[in-house]
Antibody, heavy 121, light 108 residues
């Protein structure tokens, strides 16, 4: 059974950094791209980043480029998102999601349940 | 930058009725258009990709159509579990940058 489990969220002060993790199981993690998508409380979905199956290539939404870094460990079947200089507006539920089979950069087709990040002093 | 607009913002219907949701792009997006369903408290679920292809396990009452700048998600006969928020999403051909629309809430 395919499973994605996010962790690493919590309450963080503005300006601090955070690393989110997403543990994958039940499928061949190294065979596909992976995404991060976030959702602020009561708001819509915002795509954050995608990384290729081998971790060599990544793309980010323009507004977040520079503070967010997506990476992966194909030995440990884990996806990461590092966020620097956290802002109040980064408060959101962060989802990891697998790219639809066939290309690293297809849309997400299987999602975790998310990890909540609250940025507050 | 492509902007997606969804209408209506809210659609009030009853079980058994037909739902027609619209997604309009600010410029031509070919068929790199997907639809997601998000039920309260749950993660999104991919319904449609490539504008008209149902994802694995998605019931036949869900269908997608359109091309260019205008796309439609149709739910032929609403089931109680279909009351949710629906998002369209575009993927830029290259670089693969993704954009979500603001969503349409389908409620009773």
């Amino acid at each position: 059974q395919e499973q994605l489990v996010e962790s690493g969220g919590g309450v963080v002060q503005p300006g601090k950094s955070l690393r989110l993790s997403c543990a994958a199981s039940g499928f061949t993690f190294s065979s596909g791209g992976m995404h991060w998508v976030r959702q602020a409380p009561g708001k819509g979905l915002e795509w954050v980043a995608v990384i290729s199956d081998d971790g060599s290539t990544a793309f980010y939404t323009d507004s977040l480029k520079g503070r967010f870094t997506i990476s992966r460990d194909n030995v440990k079947n884990t996806l990461f998102l590092e966020v620097d200089s956290l802002r109040v507006e980064d408060t959101a539920l962060y989802y990891c999601a697998r790219a639809r089979y066939g290309s690293s950069f297809y849309e997400p087709d299987h999602w975790g349940q998310g990890t909540l990040v609250i940025v507050s002093s | 930058e492509i902007v997606l607009t969804q209408s209506p913002a809210t659609l009030s219907l009853s079980p058994g009725e037909r739902a027609t949701l619209s997604c309009r792009a600010s410029q031509t997006v070919s068929d790199y258009l997907a639809w997601y369903q998000q039920r309260p408290g749950q993660a999104p679920r991919l319904l449609i990709y490539g504008a008209s292809n149902r994802a694995t396990g998605i019931p036949a009452r869900f269908s997608g159509s359109g091309s260019g700048t205008d796309f439609t998600l149709t739910i032929s006969s609403l089931e109680p579990e279909d009351f949710a928020v629906y998002y369209c999403q575009h993927r830029n051909r290259w670089p693969p940058i993704f954009t979500f629309g603001p969503g349409t809430k389908v409620d009773i």
